[in-house]
């Protein structure tokens, strides 16, 4: 069973720019997380997909934009970043729906210069 | 707006201690509770989830309870060692999102 993968590791841009994260969820799993962590602070919830469709969404402005793929892995774009989008952003995947577990990937660590 | 607070932010004790972490919350309406433990800048590890219907979990040397008539969680740490030092944060499952707490840095002292 592969676990929840994210992709970049690290990943450096400049303010203004775009930025697409990736995440593969778990083998069976078609639920699909986004979390931002800013430095010292518990994830703010961003925004889920379920079976290709947002089921829920935080309070994050719409330059915070997803996709989710039949495959169920998914993306999360950012467009105009600013400074203090810089954050680790964690993916969770879930089995039908957020009543279940979540399980975690290991992040994506964006600095926004 | 469910709110979630963890108190102690940090907490140092010696190795071999036995300790107890609080989270408290605002409202009750909750599908389940998880505890994670964060290393310095890494991911977040899964150490127990508690459904709404149950009082407590238990993982080795940790254990849960929940008890959503108070709002309140415990995590217990039993003979702490070193290698359990991190940040450790409740978050609550309510609708389709976690709902998380900031988190109490604990720090085993050798």
């Known amino acids: 069973e592969t676990g929840v993968t994210q992709s970049p590791t690290h990943l450096i841009k400049t303010r203004g720019q775009q930025v697409t994260l990736r995440c593969s969820s778990q083998?069976?799993?078609?639920?699909v997380s986004w979390y931002q962590q800013a430095l010292g602070q518990g994830p703010q919830f961003i925004f889920q997909?379920?079976?290709?469709?947002?089921?829920g969404r935080g309070n994050f402005p719409p330059r915070f934009s997803g996709l989710q793929f039949p495959n169920y892995s998914s993306e999360l774009n950012v467009n105009a970043l600013e400074l203090d989008d810089s954050a680790l952003y964690l993916c969770a995947s879930s089995d039908d729906g957020a009543d279940y577990e979540q399980y975690f990937g290991p992040g994506t660590r964006l600095t926004v210069t | 707006k469910q709110e979630v607070t963890q108190i102690p932010a940090a907490l140092s004790v010696p190795e071999g201690e036995n300790l107890v972490l609080n989270c408290s919350f605002t409202d009750s309406a909750i599908y389940n509770l998880q505890w994670f433990r964060q290393d310095p800048g890494k991911g977040l590890t899964s150490l127990l989830l508690i459904q709404s219907s149950q009082r407590e979990q238990t993982s080795g040397r940790l254990n849960a309870s929940l008890d959503k008539s108070s709002g309140r969680s415990t995590l217990y740490i039993a003979a702490s060692q070193p290698g359990d030092s991190a940040t450790y944060l409740c978050a609550l499952g309510s609708n389709y999102q976690l709902i998380w707490g900031a988190g109490t840095k604990l720090i085993i002292k050798p």
């Open positions: 083998s069976g799993h078609n639920t």
């Open positions: 997909y379920y079976r290709e469709e947002e089921n």
